[in-house]
């Protein structure tokens, strides 16, 4: 990857005030998830309009469209799942683009679902609405180690080959003792896709962001048996993803996109009425619509998901570390090594630093 920006010089002028944007309209990609909440806010709550930037918002429903968009420059940046910009730097499963998380946009918020039949098969129950025990994923993954039949292998889901989902599941079923080559079959489907294809019986199980998972529980249509925060507690899920020649070209507009989730974010933390606000734009038709009915107010680290949004936005590569430790062996497979460098220019703090002068800080 090419040098990244090292100080602050291109984004902030003699005087300590914010160039402007080289652009004045741009559009950012999402996925309908709730971690996409800090590109709503910013969007729906005029923070990125304070920045001086006229931001739209392009629903994706499959990260592998998302991705594309962005490489080809048909999106200026867009939510993506924290290894995506490692991925396509990388060029794994496509073209190599160097790419790069500016920053955090969620920390964990994932959930394991099973089908009503596996879940009473492996004794999993929910209790006051909750999934089960969740200090009971590893029984439940031995017990489900040993609901398999011979000749039978069960199809679960996850997002993108590339994801803390596929990670997770992978995790899970390693709790269990069991053979991800010969006991299951693992199928990458959108995120909107997996209530109803679970439902249809297309597959058995899943792993995915809220609010999928708890919405498939209250459909009764599968049954939480784990989650990403106890499988991986805290870990970066999603982040805001731009190419390397973008940020070179525009840094000025990455910094006022920066200043805007940051404000987004204090908003969030902040404000009484911010989670019921957020959730409110969440559920517009251009958003998630009707997939967050079941939802009393944004659930921000509460069960079953417990998302973390707004919470960290500055990206450090010591955070990523535990998600490239188990990345290493799918690159391994592909016969492909990860050089420290790479990894470092993804996950560089230097274009947030640059957009919010929080030098070696630990807050949004």
Known sequence: MSPSLSSDAASTSRTGAPHPPELASLTLGFVPLLDAALLIIAR???FFAVQGVEVSLSRE???????????????????MLAPMPLAMSLGLSRAPCDTLAAAVLS???????????????????????EPGAFG?????????KASLKEGTRPRLAMVYPYSCQHLLLRDWLARGDIDVDSEVELVALPPPRMVDALREGEIDGFCVGEPWGSLAQHRQVGRVVASGAELMPAHPEKVLGVTASWARRYPNTLSALLRALQAAALWLDKAPEAR?????????????????GHLDEL??????????????LRPLTADFEGLIQRLSPLLEARGRQLDTATLEECYSAVHYDAATHQYGADTP
Do not use: H, M
Not at 276 to 292: H, K, S
Not at 299 to 312: D, F, N, S, T, V
């Open 299 to 312: 659930p921000l680290e509460a069960a079953p998901g417990y998302p973390c949004i707004g919470e960290r």
């Open 276 to 292: 019921r606000q957020t959730l409110a734009w969440l559920a517009l038709p251009p958003y998630l619509d009707e997939a967050v």
């Open 44 to 46: 729906e709550g005029g």
């Open 107 to 129: 920390r964990q918020g994932n959930t394991l679902v099973l089908s009503r039949r596996l879940a009473d098969a492996v004794g999993a129950s929910v209790d006051n609405g």
């Open 61 to 79: 429903n499959a990260w592998s469209t998302l991705r594309d968009k962005v490489a080809a420059g048909l999106l200026d940046g867009a939510q």
């Open 136 to 144: 009971a994923a590893s029984e439940l993954a031995r017990r489900f």
